[in-house]
């Protein structure tokens, strides 16, 4: 005891951060800085966006879609063939009506024949709509799942958070066990030092033999190694618990200590219909029936028809220089599609089928999960009990412990039994608190499993 004492001086003398917490703080500490709660709240978001990307396929998908284009032609001279004039071809003899009709001829066939360099322009523009109008139910359907994936994963964070709030305050009422038991065996050793030194002083004036000095002094050397086992289980509690709250560089003071008044009195039948009614683990596997009940309307979709909307429209200009209003052109269309699968060697079927087993299996897993849930209540309820009952067996040996060494004390210094009498009282007496105490934490420990296993939220 004197020790720990001192390592505290010690501590607060060189500046030693020390933080006190209660257990509802541990708690608290515990969701902030937990990087498994971390990463489920990441993954809630994920199947969040996955949800509203899914239920996004609802609303018709418009795409637009553009290009300009400069294009420069420069043909070599063999390419380019000298068309003979039909205009230089006519005699004195012909018309005026002939000499027009030969220079149209000629203006038309330069027409086709094409230039030597030559530049165009031209841009284009479109913009398509689709719209699903009817997909045999597997875009609802699809979306449903979605949805309920998406509320499975929020039940998973807070299943993790409630198994984090169980491990803070096991591993909380650990450490403080473990304090405790370093307090107890260091109150011991200095019963032991002071008695060692009674005796002692009574060896020196002969009032004892030297075989009661020599199992005094035996006395403190046997607890002194206990009291370094229990201090160096108690450090290590205290970083173990530390590093589950994520806190570094700290010395902890844990305040709340072990509270019986606060439980409640609790019945089996009750315990068992709260824990069917209220466990998360059985709505887990109720979503998971109700997306294998989805998922097999899914697959009959593959024999109903698809139904959809096709729009598009397109723009267009071309131009050699410079693209002006005339040189615009556009066109569009509006359709509908459909589809049907008339043989697909029995594909659609055998998938059916198959999402058949796979519910029968979600639904029997289910009851499974029922019944582990009932034996989980009933086996947490009837270690609670247990353990209460430990508790008052453990409490009245303490008492008789303490009884039993005032009496050896007495019967020792009046000298009517020996020294083993004595040491063996003091043994009972630290093996009665060490028992009582172990009790205590163990009934706090069950009394939150339970709550645990019927479902209760753990705050």
């Known amino acids: 005891m004197k020790k720990i004492i001192l390592l505290t001086l010690l501590m607060v003398s060189i500046g030693l951060s020390a933080v006190e917490l209660n257990l509802e703080e541990s708690v608290r500490m515990a969701i902030e800085n937990n990087k498994s709660l971390q990463k489920a709240k990441d993954e809630v978001e994920k199947y969040r966006y996955d949800y509203n990307t899914v239920r996004g396929n609802l609303f018709p998908q418009v795409t637009f879609s553009g290009g300009y284009m400069f294009k420069h032609t420069n043909l070599p001279d063999s390419a380019i063939l000298e068309m003979p004039s039909l205009s230089s071809m006519l005699d004195s003899t012909a018309t005026e009506n002939d000499n027009l009709i030969a220079e149209y001829l000629d203006n038309a066939l330069g027409g086709f024949m ?13 913009i398509q709509m689709s719209q699903a109008i009817f997909l045999g139910g597997k875009l609802i359907n699809g979306i449903s799942v979605a949805s309920k994936l998406y509320h499975l994963q929020e039940k998973r964070y807070y299943l993790e958070e409630q198994n984090i709030i169980f491990a803070t305050k096991d591993l909380y009422y650990k450490t403080k066990l473990a304090l405790e038991l370093a307090k107890i065996q260091a109150d011991a050793l200095e019963f032991a030092n002071l ?77 068992i219909s709260s824990g069917l009614d209220n466990r998360m683990e059985l709505e887990l596997s109720a979503i998971g029936v109700e997306v294998s009940k989805v998922m097999l309307r899914y697959e ?160």
């Open 114 to 126: 094409p230039s030597q360099e030559n530049s165009e322009y031209s841009l284009a523009g479109s």
């Open 195 to 271: 008695y060692y030194k009674q005796v002692n002083n009574m060896y020196t004036e002969g009032l004892v033999s030297e075989y009661d000095n020599l199992r005094a002094e035996l006395e403190v050397r046997k607890i002194h190694p206990q009291v370094l086992e229990a201090e160096k289980n108690a450090q290590l509690a205290l970083q173990s618990f530390a590093n589950h709250l994520g806190l570094k560089n700290s010395e902890l003071v844990l305040k709340d200590d072990v509270k019986l008044d606060d439980m409640h009195l609790i019945e089996l039948e009750d315990a």
């Open 300 to 459: 009959k979709g593959n024999f109903l028809p698809n139904i959809a909307i096709t729009a598009d429209y397109n723009f267009f200009g071309m131009d050699s220089e410079k693209i002006e209003s005339d040189d615009w052109g556009n066109n569009y269309s509006v359709g509908i599609g459909f589809s049907m699968p008339l043989f697909t060697g029995g594909a659609n079927t055998y998938k059916m089928k198959k999402a058949k087993h796979t519910l029968h299996q979600s639904e029997l897993d289910h009851e499974t999960l029922m019944e582990l849930v009932e034996l989980d209540v009933r086996n947490s309820y009837l270690q609670w009990q247990t353990d209460l009952e430990k508790v008052d067996n453990q409490k009245q040996n303490q008492e008789l412990a303490e009884m039993g060494l005032k009496i050896a004390q007495a019967r020792y210094e009046n000298q009517v039994s020996n020294q083993l009498e004595l040491i063996d009282a003091q043994l009972q007496v630290k093996t009665a608190k060490l028992s009582y105490m172990n009790a205590q934490y163990a009934a706090v420990i069950s009394y939150e499993k339970l709550l645990k296993a019927m479902g209760k939220t753990l705050k």
